[in-house]
């Protein structure tokens, strides 16, 4: 099993420039969510997923934009990158949400210049 | 509502034994532990539900005090490879079922 896989692995912007995150399990994991990383201040949820068709916003959701069409996909979509938006950006899935284990991707770093 | 997280760094001999806490102002559900090594994805731990049970395997166990919404990280007879970036996420029952909202981190470092 891959487990929870993203790409690219790395990415620079231009500002103003859009983009899509990509990350995909195939652990049929019901849900997945997305944090961004940044120095000193641990992980900050982006949005999340209960289940297909189903998305919320977290901590963190401005410049985002999510759909969840397929159990096995959560695509993150940047929509005019700004340079506030540099961090990295983890994809994790579990099978019931926050009362089971988070399977974390290895991670997308972003740079917008 | 982040959790607060303390100390921010400890510093070990091998050996030695460490305890990491989480706290948080509002009534958890459950809480987590993961370790992130330099470079690589954070790693589960363990998951400690409402009720106070602890948990634990091998050297590392945790334990979880829902009367104070507080939970700590015990490391015992610490080994190199314990060295990396300790955080506590916290699914609060107000929004139970969907969030977990992680502290910012405690940073272990075990030196020969």
């Known amino acids: 099993n891959a487990g929870v896989t993203q790409t690219p692995k790395f990415q620079v912007l231009k500002t103003g420039q859009s983009m899509t995150l990509q990350c995909a399990q195939d652990?049929?994991?019901?849900?997945m969510s997305w944090y961004r990383q940044d120095p000193g201040m641990g992980l900050r949820l982006i949005h999340y997923?209960?289940?297909?068709?189903?998305?919320d916003q977290g901590e963190v959701p401005n410049g985002y934009n999510v759909s969840r069409s397929t159990t096995e996909d959560f695509p993150l979509r940047l929509l005019s990158a700004a340079p506030s938006q540099t961090s990295v950006y983890f994809c994790?899935?579990?099978?019931?949400?926050?009362?089971?284990?988070?399977?974390f991707g290895n991670g997308t770093r972003l740079t917008v210049t | 509502q982040q959790p607060v997280q303390s100390p921010q760094a400890v510093i070990l001999r091998e050996g030695e034994d460490a305890v990491i806490n989480c706290s948080s102002s509002?009534?958890?559900?459950?809480v987590h532990w993961y370790r992130q090594k330099h470079g690589e994805a954070p790693v589960f731990l363990m998951i400690?539900?409402?009720?106070?049970e602890q948990k634990g395997h091998d050297k590392i166990s945790a334990s979880f005090n829902e009367k104070k919404q507080q939970s700590s990280l015990y490391l015992t007879a610490s080994q190199l490879s314990y060295s990396g970036t300790y955080f506590c996420?916290?699914?609060?029952?107000?929004?139970?079922?969907?969030?977990?909202?992680f502290g910012e981190g405690t940073q272990l470092t075990v030196n020969p």
């Open positions: 994790a899935s579990s099978y019931t949400g926050p009362r089971s284990p988070l399977h």
């Open positions: 652990m049929n994991h019901e849900y």
């Open positions: 997923s209960v289940g297909a068709g189903i998305t």
């Open positions: 509002k009534a958890l559900y459950s």
């Open positions: 400690l539900l409402k009720g106070g």
């Open positions: 996420g916290t699914e609060m029952e107000e929004t139970s079922g969907s969030r977990l909202t």
